[in-house]
């Protein structure tokens, strides 16, 4: 059968896909939920947690064969992008739920819009290494170390080799911190998108297999059209301002490239 290697996303724990781990335990397949790095209960303060630091931990979980499906929630497709793009042939499927969907050169400050930046600032004035949890997350969420959001990703291209690939696309109230990541999924031809109406920090209730990753998704459709055809398709505005919050996206990418320049590492 296949092995599951579930991701969670920021500040929370492999405890987040416990009823996912349970439901594909009971249809025969192995679910290895991790706790990323520095997200334990009791974390170590004194040693320095990136990206890449969660990109070797989860690519060391995933063994030998080429029959593992990773899936990454939220910050956590960053994650799963670098450990594809590192060994391919090890990967059968990825299944982003609601998450980064990096290229190369990018870091989750530069994907996001400016409200999950704000949380990135505030959120670690307290200890200067971990962004605090929201006020609405589980009682077991913890700081999340903070470079891992700063650091951007090296990419080869060589994740796009994987031959399932699964964009889980969470409804929002607002502007989703995905936005970004959900266009370029909408895009590529060889992406999966669904539609996930359900709150993002809730337990997956997407159904996995391996043959069709996101079975209960209420909507499936395949992803057509360039970005900005996409981009016009899904905006919920009025058709005249379509083109104006187009042309925003490419703006506020191109301003946050510049302010970010400093972090770009190799």
């Not at 092995?3 to 920021?10: D, E, K, N, Q």
């Not at 059968?92 to 819009?113: H, K, Q």
């Not at 609405?136 to 690939?165: C, I, M």
Request: hydrophobic content about 35%; glycine content about 6%.
């Amino acid at each position: 059968m296949t092995t599951f290697v579930l991701v969670p996303g920021a500040c929370h724990g492999g405890w987040w896909y416990e009823p996912l781990a349970r439901l594909l335990e009971q249809d025969g397949h192995t679910a290895v939920a991790l706790t990323l790095a520095g997200l334990e209960e009791k974390p170590r303060l004194d040693q320095l947690i990136t990206l890449a630091t969660h990109v070797s931990q989860v690519a060391a979980s995933v063994p030998d064969g080429a029959d593992t499906v990773l899936v990454g929630h939220s910050y956590a497709g960053s994650v799963i992008t670098g450990v594809a793009d590192r060994i391919p042939e090890r990967i059968a499927a990825l299944v982003y739920l609601d998450a980064f969907l990096p290229e190369d050169g990018d870091s989750c400050w530069s994907l996001t819009n400016d409200e999950q930046r704000d949380w990135y600032v505030a959120g670690c004035a307290r200890t200067g290494y971990g962004v605090d949890p929201l006020p609405f997350f589980d009682e077991r969420a913890r700081p999340h170390p903070v470079a891992t959001f700063l650091q951007s990703l090296p990419l080869t291209g060589a994740w796009r080799q994987v031959p399932t690939k699964h964009y889980v696309a969470a409804s929002w109230p607002d502007e989703s911190p995905m936005a970004l990541s959900t266009l370029r999924a909408e895009a590529d031809p060889r992406m999966v998108v669904h539609d996930w109406n359900t709150d993002t920090t809730s337990w997956p209730t997407v159904r996995t297999s391996s043959c069709s990753c996101c079975e209960r998704s209420p909507a499936t459709r395949p992803a057509r059209g360039s970005l900005d055809d996409r981009a016009a398709s899904r905006c919920r505005c009025r058709p005249e301002r379509r083109e104006q919050r187009i042309e925003q996206r490419r703006h506020e990418r191109q301003a946050t490239n510049i302010r970010m320049s400093p972090f770009r590492g190799h």
